[in-house]
């Protein structure tokens, strides 16, 4: 099993980045995928989640209206768009299959 982020990078505030996280070794389609974001100095925190379909797509609060989750079933892969982005975004953004499988993750920093 493999879960390997992509995207990451340094931007200024209001900036866009794309995230991409590319699975192998399991049954993609039969899992719900899930972003997760570690801060320093906090908690792993759940960022979005889109069902094995792709039909049902949940956000936080913090990131609603800003990030937008997506699947591709074909290729095993999802993504995370993520738009204005603020300094408070910082954090090392990881893809998990359902909370059972997890990926390194990827460093996202917002700074002037």
């Known amino acids: 099993v493999q879960l390997v982020e992509s995207g990451g990078d340094s931007v200024q505030p209001g900036g866009s980045l794309r995230l991409s996280c590319a699975a192998s070794?399991?049954?993609?389609?039969?899992?719900?995928m899930r972003w997760y974001r570690q801060a320093p100095g906090r908690e792993r925190e759940l960022v979005a989640r889109i069902s094995s379909g792709g039909g049902s797509i949940n956000f936080e609060e913090f990131v609603k209206g800003r990030f937008c989750i997506s699947r591709d079933n074909a290729k095993d892969t999802v993504d995370l768009q993520m738009n204005s982005l603020k300094p408070e975004d910082t954090a090392v953004y990881f893809c998990s299959a359902g909370g059972y499988y997890w990926g390194l993750g990827t460093q996202v920093t917002v700074s002037s």
């Open positions: 070794g399991f049954t993609f389609s039969n899992y719900e």
